[in-house]
Structures are given as structure tokens and as C-alpha cells.
């Protein structure tokens, strides 16, 4: 079936380094959404993309879709404790409203 | 402020018993989700239901059935509850239509966190 791809699974960083994480669909997408679920909570949106090619910015999050609608990033700039948690991405399929979700990228910063 | 409702935040039942989780969304919203969530496997569709009396299984719908006779609460039932039903169960709802930004988002409870013992 339809599957969204999300790497890595895990990524430990120094507070003030880059983190980023990737996901692939098997197909084209209407949109792909961004989630944050902080530890203990529950996914939170961040962004959605609808556009090929589209980049959005939120302070030092940056988000992207690639041109063929399969692939999008989210990109961290020097990142802080309040980062903490895990980011999960979200590709609608156009014919429903039902999302397929990554398994999650799960931000650790080192003490 | 939006907001998402499931009726009990954890939950302990034995084998074979009969569980019954509520959601409520006071969003109006048309689609209801039920996911569970596991270490290493995100989110895991069940079911979803896209208006009143409808529902369509999503992926691992084995050993679940809903019931969604209101638009504003989306039930999830476990008819035997095993030891491999131990879990986060995350309701959430969506709109049909873009909101003001022309999202489409998800609006998430706070999750049953369910142990089958």
C-alpha cells in the first residue's frame, strides 16, 4: 500500500546544531503535513505544503516539498531544549482526507 | 480554543473484556480518526469515519469496531481486549474544508494510553 518513509528514526544533537529530517512517499501527494508530539503529549501541526517546490519558513524551522510532491524535509536551525520531542510527517492522499504518516523523527539534544 | 476529548487518559482492563474509548470534537468537524500509537511504528490508522453512521477500516482494524451515531463523538471498541491491544490510542478530527490558512490539519486528544493485562 501507500507508505511514507521517514528518516532517521532517531537523531541526537549538541543544543545549538542543525537537525533535519526526511521523508519519501511511494506516491505523488495532495500535501504533506507537519507534527510535533512533544514527550508525554500529542501530535501538535505545525505546517502543511501544497505546492510543488514550496518552502516555508517559522523562525529557525524550515520546511520543504519537493518538486515532484513525493518528498519533503524539515530542517532545524541551531536547535534549542524547547525542540525536544518528535516530528512526524503526513501525506494526504487527494481522493479522501486520510493522512499516511511517517514513523517519526525523534529530536534528543545531549546533555 | 479547539479542542479534542477522549474520556479517559489511562486504562487498565483484563483479557477479554469489552473496552469501549470515546472521543468527542466540539469542531463540528466531518472526519474522525482513531490511531494507535507504538514505540517504532508512528501512528497506525484503525478506523476513520467521514461523516455520521460511516466508516471506513484503515490499516490494522483487526479486533476493533466504531460506532460514530453523532457527529461530535467517534467511538472505538475493542470486542475481546488481548495483551497485544496495549497501547496509546490518539483520536482526532478533521475538517473537510480548508480553514482560513487553507489547511486541512488534524486536531489530536490527549490519548488513552490502554494496558491490557
Known amino acids: 500500500g501507500q507508505q511514507v518513509m521517514q528518516i532517521p528514526q532517531y537523531q541526537h544533537v549538541q543544543e545549538g546544531e542543525d537537525f533535519t529530517t526526511y521523508c519519501n512517499s511511494s506516491t505523488t501527494l495532495s500535501n504533506i503535513q507537519w507534527y510535533k508530539q512533544r514527550p508525554g503529549g500529542h501530535p501538535v501541526f505545525l505546517i502543511q505544503l501544497v505546492k510543488s517546490g514550496e518552502v516555508k519558513k517559522q523562525k529557525r524551522l524550515t520546511f520543504q516539498f519537493g518538486e515532484a510532491k513525493k518528498n519533503s524535509s524539515l530542517h532545524i536551525t541551531a536547535t534549542q531544549t524547547t525542540d525536544v520531542g518528535t516530528y512526524f510527517c503526513?501525506?494526504?492522499?487527494?481522493?479522501?482526507?486520510?493522512?499516511?504518516w511517517g514513523a517519526g523523527t525523534k529530536l534528543i539534544i545531549k546533555p | 480554543d479547539v479542542k479534542v476529548t477522549q474520556s479517559s487518559r489511562y486504562l487498565v482492563k483484563r483479557t477479554g473484556e469489552k473496552v469501549f474509548l470515546e472521543c468527542v470534537q466540539d469542531?463540528?468537524?466531518?472526519?474522525m480518526f482513531w490511531y494507535r500509537q507504538d514505540p517504532g511504528l508512528g501512528l497506525r490508522l484503525i478506523y476513520f469515519?467521514?461523516?455520521?453512521?460511516?466508516?471506513e477500516k484503515g490499516d490494522i482494524p483487526e479486533g476493533y469496531s466504531v460506532s460514530r451515531e453523532k457527529k461530535e463523538r467517534f467511538s472505538l471498541i475493542l470486542e475481546s481486549a488481548s495483551t497485544n491491544q496495549t497501547s496509546m490510542y490518539l483520536c482526532a478530527s478533521s475538517s473537510t474544508y480548508r480553514g482560513p490558512e487553507g489547511n486541512t490539519e488534524a486536531f489530536f486528544g490527549q490519548g488513552t494510553r490502554l494496558t491490557v493485562v
Open positions: 503526513a501525506g494526504e492522499k487527494s481522493s479522501n482526507y486520510q493522512l499516511i
Open positions: 469515519s467521514y461523516d455520521v453512521k460511516m466508516k
Open positions: 469542531m463540528d468537524h466531518e472526519n
